[in-house]
């Protein structure tokens, strides 16, 4: 039973609408229409990062760095967002709720936004009982061009459902594994799901305990993003045995790290000074007669090397953070 706009009133007390902004707060005047309560758009967006692969079967480390795949975004006052053709992006509601026992929410995207093309949640619209905190947002333009979206417009709407009867566990429950209470909206966290983790478990995979991962959390979990994925490289090629010692672990991963310092510096130098070895070696090759395929392949060379030293120098990123031992030692003993 869909709860009409006297219902909702009587039942806002239990609702607790919440807003960070007390010039903004939730307005039941404005706010609630005939059977369903309009919500805001926040100023938090996350995009995601290109060339990031989500793999299913990796839940093991992303503890380490939960939202590297995904690029947030604060919005100032006056600024809006542009969500492309065919893009995705995460937001989340302005106002914070709770949906208390007896009841279930349900999100609705508005209809001026669908004749858009946009889609303001992807499957994600359900709401449980015990439920509180923001609601995230899936935005994905269906249309042909660019959408811009601007904070505080009402964009969807929340439906409150009463039960035939109270439910025995509510969202929250420590035996629900829930991984959304309280959240602040973002991307997803489906490495938590108790579904991915009897998965894992069937498969055989592989998972650091719980306390190894508190420890490997606590020395490179704010790390570079990239120095995270080349740990969770090092990390699946490692066996079973080595799993249970975070010293040990990240001893051994310091030591490849030196090795791949080494390699993303040489590879640098060399791509910087490959294009003037080449230059001065084409500027020579003319001695040499007669001009022939030799000197249009050297000069050939020369010009892509010469780019590709031009790329490493204007735009081509230093080597960036690497644990190396040596690194390793200084976070322990800040850590001590």
Not at 86 to 104: D, H, Q, S
Request: charge should be positive.
């Amino acid at each position: 039973m869909y709860l009409s706009d006297k219902s909702l009133r009587e039942l806002l007390p239990e609702l607790s609408f919440e807003t960070d902004d007390r010039k903004k707060p939730f307005d039941p005047d404005s706010q609630i229409q005939p059977c369903s309560i309009d919500l805001r758009l926040d100023r938090v967006f996350w995009r995601q990062r290109r060339g990031r692969k989500i793999d299913l079967r990796k839940a093991h480390v992303m503890e380490l760095q939960p939202h590297r795949h995904w690029e947030k975004k604060r919005l100032n006052d006056g600024e809006s967002i542009i969500l492309p053709p065919r893009g995705v992006l995460l937001a989340r509601t302005f106002e914070k709720f709770r949906i208390p026992p007896g009841y279930a929410g349900k999100l609705e995207g508005r209809s001026s936004f669908s004749r858009m093309g946009l889609a303001i949640h992807g499957t994600g619209d359900f709401i449980n009982p015990g439920y509180g905190g923001r609601m995230p947002l899936q935005f994905v333009n269906f249309g042909t061009e660019p959408i811009v979206l601007v904070p505080s417009i009402p964009i969807c709407q929340l439906i409150v459902i009463k039960l035939d009867q109270p439910s025995e566990r509510v969202y929250g429950d420590r035996e629900l594994y829930s991984k959304y209470m309280n959240d602040d909206g973002g991307p997803s966290y489906w490495w938590r799901d108790k579904r991915i983790e009897k998965l894992h478990s069937a498969l055989g995979r592989r998972s650091l305990t719980a306390d190894v991962q508190k420890q490997v959390l606590e020395m490179i979990g704010g790390l570079e993003i990239e120095c995270i994925e080349r740990f969770e490289v090092f990390f699946s090629a490692l066996k079973q045995d080595s799993l249970t010692n975070a010293d040990d672990l990240l001893d051994q991963f310091a030591v490849e790290e030196v090795r791949s310092e080494k390699n993303a510096r040489f590879l640098r130098i060399l791509c910087l000074w490959l294009g003037p070895a080449f230059l001065s070696v084409s500027l020579g090759s003319p001695l040499a007669r007669p001009i022939g395929r030799v000197h249009y392949a050297i000069w050939t060379a020369t010009a892509v090397t010469i780019a590709v030293s031009a790329w490493a120098y204007f735009w081509g990123a230093a080597p960036g953070e690497y644990l190396t031992t040596k690194f390793l030692q200084k976070i322990r003993s800040e850590k001590t």
